[in-house]
């Protein structure tokens, strides 16, 4: 009987598994939306359906993993690596963070794989950034070998100008807190839009962070154009922030659902003059390539690795 890996990145929105065999080549993959099942079990029986012998399986999961469990930041499911083990019947499965999964994942990337914003040297050793804006905001960095994840979605949001203080008071009246995944993620889109059309007296048109980007990127509405704009400096400035954190000469990834759909949106200069607009520093940023993953399945890959790993131990 063959020995098979699994693999998992779980999103609040969509979950990709991959089957491969022991050497790491996908025998079967699919994309599921999560919301039509109550817990992973149910989505895996739908996946596995003859019950392969699996011998490592490894999953990146939107949330935070602590001793081995999570609960699903967007999404109603709780994991227990324990469970997955018993429905394995193997102990070699582990969860990590689904920006761990992408720290792990951007070092099989091929150059078709990504876009620079700033395409300057990487420095060999240094360390890694990645992030994504998608149901929420990702981010983690990869320094020796070491993946570190983070929360940085929940973190407090930064205005850099009038505008973005404007922006702050505007959400307040919302919401108790204002955080960098309060505006860098699909619904962050939307309330964007809906603040530049209560603010600048334009219709509110468009219901869906879809629509907006859409609008925006044919030009077709001057409020979702105004709201995407905002978006990208605001995506470029907390970039910048992060960057500052952890210095990853390295390079800077930025993957999620929203950046391949808004590239030339990113693509326009406005990203990068708000990512390295951080002086006195600013020349350290502008030393940092930046590029946008084009693939939606390098938190698979990621995840894939590990579970070749863990087969292995």
């Given at each position: ?122 420095q060999h ?54 955080t960098n ?103 350290l940023l ?28």
């Amino acid at each position: 009987m063959s020995n098979y890996l699994i693999a998992g990145d779980i999103g609040g929105t969509k979950t990709f598994l991959a089957l491969a065999n022991l050497n790491g080549s996908i025998i079967k993959e699919q994309r599921f939306e999560s919301l039509n099942f109550s817990n992973l079990i149910k989505m895996l029986d739908v996946f596995l359906p003859d019950k392969p012998t699996i011998v490592g399986a490894c999953f990146g999961v939107a949330g935070p993993v602590i001793n081995q469990q999570v609960k699903i930041t967007n999404l109603p499911w709780e994991i227990k690596t324990s469970e997955l083990q018993d429905y394995f019947n193997c102990k070699n499965v582990s969860l990590i963070n689904d920006f761990a999964a992408i720290g792990h994942g951007v070092t099989a990337l091929h150059p078709h794989d990504v876009a620079y914003l700033q395409n300057v040297p990487a420095q060999h050793g240094s360390p890694l950034l990645v992030l994504g804006a998608g149901t929420d905001l990702g981010m983690a960095t990869v320094s020796n070998g070491q993946i570190l994840p983070s929360e940085t979605s929940h973190a407090t949001f930064a205005p850099d100008d009038a505008l973005q203080r404007q922006l702050v008071d505007w959400a307040l009246t919302k919401t108790n807190r204002v955080t960098n995944g309060y505006f860098l993620s699909g619904i962050g889109l939307t309330r964007l839009y809906q603040f530049i059309c209560e603010t600048q007296g334009f219709s509110n048109t468009y219901q869906t962070a879809a629509e907006i980007s859409h609008a925006a990127m044919l030009n077709a509405d001057l409020a979702a154009i105004s709201a995407l704009h905002l978006f990208v400096r605001i995506y470029g400035s907390v970039a910048g922030n992060l960057a500052l954190s952890c210095l990853p000469f390295g390079g800077i990834f930025i993957a999620g659902g929203i950046a391949p759909k808004i590239l030339p949106a990113l693509q326009n200069g406005d990203f990068i003059k708000a990512f390295s607009n951080k002086p006195p520093m600013s020349h350290l940023l502008e030393k940092m390539p930046v590029s946008v993953v084009l693939t939606e399945k390098v938190g698979l890959l990621g995840a894939l690795q590990q579970a070749i790993l863990l087969a292995i131990d």
